[in-house]
């Protein structure tokens, strides 16, 4: 009589559907320099993610009418994807730089050298520079996230496990020069 109630035709409403959560686990690299990823659903579907250079763990990507089916026509929900980053053997992130420690060998350090490092693009030359010390950074510019940032390459003079009788015969002999790293006082 009113035109409201049942069978009048407009007791239901278009509803948007429910949007679905997932969490993705992805790798250094690809958080880094960005990749594509297929997800399967519970019903038998797949979804295609594009993951943009530079996401960190905890941020959501939003894939528009991708979740629940809508009610009476309405409009798909959305599917939220959480990331998370799993940890590099070797890389570190920190803001939009991308830290590593490298091992390099006496001779190495002493004389400089010319050495492939890895970075997230793929491997680089990098210049040791002669007297090299432990706890020196180089900096690879442009080779961080998204090639934003840049790579940070702390270095670390590495010895080996048994020096050898000339290592030793060099280090008796240099050091009867008197040398004395600095120390802190106290």
């Not at 420690?101 to 793929?122: F, H, K, W, Y």
């Not at 010390?133 to 590495?158: C, E, F, M, P």
């Amino acid at each position: 009589m009113f035109g409201s109630g049942v069978g009048g035709g407009r007791g239901y409403s278009r509803m948007r559907g429910r949007d679905i959560r997932f969490t993705l686990d992805i790798d250094f690299l690809d958080a880094v320099s960005g990749a594509k990823r297929r997800i399967s659903l519970a019903e038998g579907r797949t979804l295609d993610v594009a993951i943009p250079a530079g996401v960190e763990s905890g941020q959501v990507l939003r894939l528009k009418n991708q979740g629940g089916p809508g009610v009476q026509g309405g409009p798909a929900g959305d599917a939220l994807v959480e990331l998370n980053v799993r940890p590099h053997a070797f890389f570190r992130r920190d803001g939009q730089d991308v830290h590593m420690d490298l091992n390099i060998s006496l001779p190495e350090a002493v004389e400089g050298a010319r050495i492939q490092v890895p970075t997230p693009a793929g491997p680089v030359a990098l210049t040791i520079p002669a007297g090299a010390n432990t706890g020196k950074t180089l900096r690879l510019k442009g080779k961080g996230v998204a090639g934003q940032g840049d790579q940070l390459v702390h270095l670390h003079v590495v010895l080996p496990e048994t020096p050898d009788e000339d290592l030793k015969k060099f280090v008796r002999k240099w050091s009867k020069r008197d040398y004395t790293p600095p120390r802190p006082a106290g």
